[in-house]
């Protein structure tokens, strides 16, 4: 069964940095693409961005440029480093396949931006 194990949110003040983590079981991790979802409170899950097997990310237009995707294959784990954070990047942060190819969601990890 696959698994996601995201870390590394917290609370940062507008215009702060963090990289979150993301490490997978239960998968053959380099063939595999994955990607990174956000629900803000209140609001849909969406998507911020994949990254392919080859290391070639597409980043959603309201956060490109400020968010980047990175894969470390050796440690089966995925990262989303985000920086110039707004408030509206507040939410809970998950990773998993792209869509159509979701399978069970982890906990995620909490996001907060103060103004």
């Known amino acids: 069964q696959v698994h996601f194990a995201e870390s590394g949110g917290g609370l940062v003040q507008a215009g702060g940095s963090l990289r979150l983590s993301c490490v997978a079981s239960g998968i053959i991790f380099r063939t595999s693409a994955f990607a990174w979802y956000r629900q803000a409170p209140g609001k849909q899950r969406d998507l911020v961005g994949f990254?392919?097997?080859?290391?070639?990310?597409n980043i959603a237009d309201s956060v490109k440029g400020r968010f980047a995707i990175s894969r470390d294959n050796g440690k089966n784990t995925v990262f989303l480093q985000m920086n110039s954070l707004k408030p509206e990047d507040t939410g809970v942060y998950y990773c998993n396949r792209p869509r159509g190819l979701t399978v069970d969601w982890g906990q995620g990890t909490q996001v907060t931006v103060s103004s």
């Open positions: 990254i392919n097997t080859g290391g070639g990310t």
